[in-house]
């Protein structure tokens, strides 16, 4: 049963959010394409960046904990993480948007957006020789500072923000399962002379950042879907 661990976390993660995504008020199933083109595009930029990575030995899978499935080197539950943790986090976004409508702070979110990016710029060129830091500050720090070219803090940058900071929580808590925090060995190990040995129990403080990526590039590519969409029908 051991093998069946990765793909478990996943299921459980994803249960609610995909029932409830028929609920007629929030009405997340109609998102769906809009969703799917943020995650296909973030995919096209993390699976060759997580290809590289395990060939590589900055990270690795423990055989014990996956069905045994490889496409490029990567288990499928990977592939299978990168789709139910966008889905997760966006069908949560929408019910801040929904429920709190009114959650808009556009100065304090541009405002983060430049800190977050000069800090982790910052981060990045303190650290070349570190392969995951250097990578993962970069990327963010890049992304961040494009929101305010891209006006996204006059429309979805507020909700996106909370939402990340209250998705954190769960996203620790399934990234600990999958980093040893709850069994022998890890299903994801890490090589800590390419990170900053800096651990939030047993989670390289680098994966936070990683999620943050993750999303930025989904979202962006979802609103400008969702909002082609909402155009077309008015």
Known sequence: MERYYYIFLLLASVAIPLIRSFEHRIHF?????????GVFIMMLVFIPWDVIFTENGVWAFNHRYVMGLYVFGL????????IIIPYCIVFTYEVFRYFLPKLHFPKTALTISVVLGVFFLIMALQH???VYTFVVMNLVA???LAQPFLKSHKTW???F????????????LVNGALTGMFTPEPVVSYDDMQNLAIRIITIPVEDAVYLLGMMFIVQMIYEGRRKKVVSSRQ
């Open 142 to 144: 890049a992304l961040a």
């Open 161 to 172: 923000y909370f939402t990340y900071a209250v998705m954190l929580i769960p996203f620790l």
């Open 75 to 82: 288990p499928l539950e990977e592939w299978l993480f990168f």
């Open 29 to 37: 199933r109609g998102k769906w394409p809009a969703l799917f083109s």
């Open 128 to 130: 070349t020789d570190k």
């Open 157 to 159: 940058l507020s909700h």
